[in-house]
């Protein structure tokens, strides 16, 4: 659960860079800030899940 609680940070962390890139119109790190939100969401989601099952 731990784990969890890290990742949903890393993804919050994640989604202010990609709010900033998105205003400095950086099209590389909008791109590369936002694959990173998506993968850390569904990391976090998914550790959540598989932690309530278990």
Do not use: P
């Amino acid at each position: 659960m731990v784990l969890a609680f890290i990742l949903i940070i890393i993804t919050l962390l994640c989604g202010s860079a990609l709010c900033r890139e998105l205003k400095s119109k950086n099209i590389s790190a909008t791109l590369m800030t936002g694959s990173s939100t998506i993968l850390f969401g569904f990391l976090s989601i998914s550790t959540i899940i598989t932690s309530y099952f278990q």
